[in-house]
């Protein structure tokens, strides 16, 4: 990669690197306060008997089935909403940032006026935004194993690595579907309202859909049903379920390059 | 007319490396350039030229389509209709040969705001290969301008003096300047039309788009009137200079004659006390004829600038 390439990498890289950042941590935050309380649930009865008398379509729906359990108690507090959803809409913020808020903003002008090609400064930002998509995966991964370890949370390491990366696929199909928004049209608003519709949206038709039999069928649209349906934290996942997350997020950003490279470009 | 997806696919493209420009040779070749945001028409075909080595000055007011043609030739936007040769190449498809041959001060500037100035050159310096650190430091020196600040912490005019440095920092042979001093004091403004009188005498093309005529009048070698997105005169500075109606102040050693309105060639005749004002519109033999033998104690023509030339175009325009 030459000196040129590199910078319209490095450079969104850095322009996003403190916001970045901070979501990592605040992420990593919440599994590390998370994980602590567990030992408080180790081994209580209390818990499970507690979740067996709420109703069967509110266990379902909210990730509580065996909450006494290790892989119950994260995906009750962790990975059936929070994380995924927080890492979601982190992607779809560095998404948007990096494309469609600078091109509003006009500061996308100086750039785009220097000799390189408007995809090429479009696939940097994508670059970007997918290396602090795994970099946020892997600083949540490391607290998560770390926390585990310092209080006794007992699970599976290949159970949780695959949840895991579930969860940063899912960021990264977010930040895909709104590379692919941001090179069509470059509006902030409709970049970010399609991303975290999706996100969210997607978080309620995998959630609340199965409670409904004429609606069951349809939670299978939902990405999060793609990532999390099998229960990655007590099943092994699918092959396909990795790539049903990333094939198409790599495909949506192509096309938000190469819909980049042909509309105007907005003035400030 | 060319549609320009149609002109981008045809097989007569030149080669990418279509060299450097020999003097006098067109480096902008705009044909019936057609704009529209929808139901706007920003620009409505248009045809111009620059010619290596020459500044060419693009007067209008907001709204005019100034921007929207800058944006074009930039591939920025798209044209609706119309072809654009720049350097001899396709902007929609050798974007990175054609940029690499030229710099822009965009009119609505917008900075990356974490960035110093001396990061944002080194940002554009990789972009564009490197640059020269000596004539960095000399530019930010006559320019004023602390390049350890962050842009953000800039002031408006600090902001365009960094976007002038990124113009004026790389030997480019065609310089386009988008309202550059917009928000610049007198000093600096003069500075830059210093800036870009070297930058021709060194060989460069300026395509500048002001809203200061005098700045255009000190600079521009031609000029062309952008209204409505319609190019409504064209000319050397001179041309329109001449185009424009003279100013005339005439002092009596008596009452104003009461037939000075009614003489042939006057217009626009007001009076003060023993003195009267008019505007030449036709030759000025009758006038002066008229006024030798009248009690005349005092006589003033006054050469009309390029202001008086483009709001009596304006004038007749509207």
Known sequence: MNARNLELVLGPVRAIMRAALIWAVCIAAIVFVTVAVWPAFKGNDSIDQAMNNLPSGVVQAFGLEGFGTPAGFLRGNLYDFFVPLLMAGAAVGFANSLTSSEEDGGRLEVILAQPVTRQAIFAGRVIAALVWVAVVTVVISIVQFGSDAVFDLQIGADRLLATLLLCGLLAGFTAGLSFAVAGLIGKPSIVLGVGLFVAVGGCIVAALFPLSSSLADFAHVSPWDWAFAGNPLSNATEAWRYLALGVPAVALAAFGVWAFGRRDVSAA | ?318
Not at chain 2, 67 to 86: F, M, N, Y
Not at chain 2, 145 to 164: E, H, I, P, V
Not at chain 2, 193 to 201: I, K, S, T
Request: charged letters at 25%; glycine letters at 10%.
């Open chain 2, 1 to 318: 007319m060319i549609e320009p997806e149609r002109a981008g696919a045809a097989s007569s493209r030149p080669p990418v490396d279509a060299g450097p420009a020999s003097p006098g040779e067109r480096l902008l070749d705009v044909k019936g350039l057609v704009k529209h945001y929808g139901p706007v028409k920003a620009v409505r075909g248009i045809d111009f030229d620059i010619r290596k080595g020459e500044i060419l000055g693009f007067l209008g007011p907001n709204g005019a389509g100034k921007s929207t043609t800058i944006r074009c030739v930039l591939d920025l936007l798209r044209p609706t209709a119309g072809q654009i040769r720049l350097f001899g190449l396709d902007p929609r498809h050798d974007g990175p040969a054609i940029r690499a041959r030229l710099t822009y001060v965009p009119g609505e500037l917008r900075l990356p705001e974490r960035m110093t100035g001396s990061q944002l050159i080194e940002t554009i310096g990789h972009l564009r290969g490197g640059f020269d650190a000596t004539r960095r430091d000399e530019l930010a020196a006559r320019l004023k301008l602390d390049l350890s600040r962050r842009t953000r912490q800039l002031s408006t005019g600090n902001r365009r003096k960094l976007a002038l440095m990124l113009a004026f920092l790389w030997p480019a042979e065609l310089l386009i300047l988008d309202e550059p001093t917009s928000g610049l004091d007198p000093l600096m403004q003069h500075e830059f039309v210093c800036l870009v009188r070297e930058a021709r005498d060194a060989g460069a093309t300026v395509f500048l788009s002001s809203h200061v005529l005098s700045e255009v009048q000190r600079t521009a070698d031609r000029v062309i009137v952008l209204r409505s997105g319609k190019i409504v005169a064209q000319g050397t500075v001179e041309e329109l200079r001449g185009k424009a109606r003279q100013r005339l102040e005439v002092w009596f050693d008596g009452p104003v004659p009461a037939g000075l309105d009614k003489v042939a060639g006057l217009a626009d005749v007001t009076v003060e006390d023993h003195r009267a004002t008019a505007s030449v519109a036709g030759p000025i033999r009758p006038i002066l004829a008229y006024l030798a033998a009248q009690p005349v104690s005092g006589l003033l023509v006054e050469e009309p600038d390029l202001e008086d030339a483009f709001l009596d175009l304006y004038e007749e325009q509207a």
